[in-house]
């Protein structure tokens, strides 16, 4: 699973969340790897279009749906600071890859955090 994008290669996903001990690293870098998966899913299947983006990132965006239970068992939680961090990085990689016009609500719309 390498990521070939040059704006993505060096990127440190979710850095807000890994300088703040109130999130578990291990779950941290739990997250880390579902965004590089999208990354990869992305390189492999290039989206056609947003919709099809939308598709993949939902689709990750139910992992971190997932993530939040192990965050909650940890007595953390996504939480503001999270929500942003993950958004953020969502939208990040949405216009590494082309898709500066992508709604960051939609890249994230089946979030229950």
């Known amino acids: ?3 070939t994008n040059q704006k993505l290669v060096g990127y440190t996903f979710l850095s807000d969340m890994l300088g703040d001990d109130y999130y578990p ?4 870098v739990k997250g880390q790897a579902i965004l590089r998966r999208l990354c990869a ?3 492999a299947d ?3 279009d947003l919709a099809a983006l939308y598709a993949m990132t939902n689709a990750a965006t139910r992992q971190f749906n997932d993530l939040q239970d192990e965050l909650f068992e940890a007595d953390s939680e996504i939480e503001t600071v999270a929500r942003d961090t993950i958004a953020s990085d969502f ?3 949405a216009a590494a ?5 992508a709604d960051v609500e939609e890249l994230v719309a089946d979030r229950d955090w």
């Open 97 to 101: 890859y082309g898709f500066e016009n």
């Open 25 to 28: 690293r291990h779950l941290v």
């Open 91 to 93: 939208f990040y990689v």
């Open 1 to 3: 699973m390498r990521i």
């Open 41 to 43: 899913q992305i390189e």
């Open 46 to 48: 290039r989206p056609a």
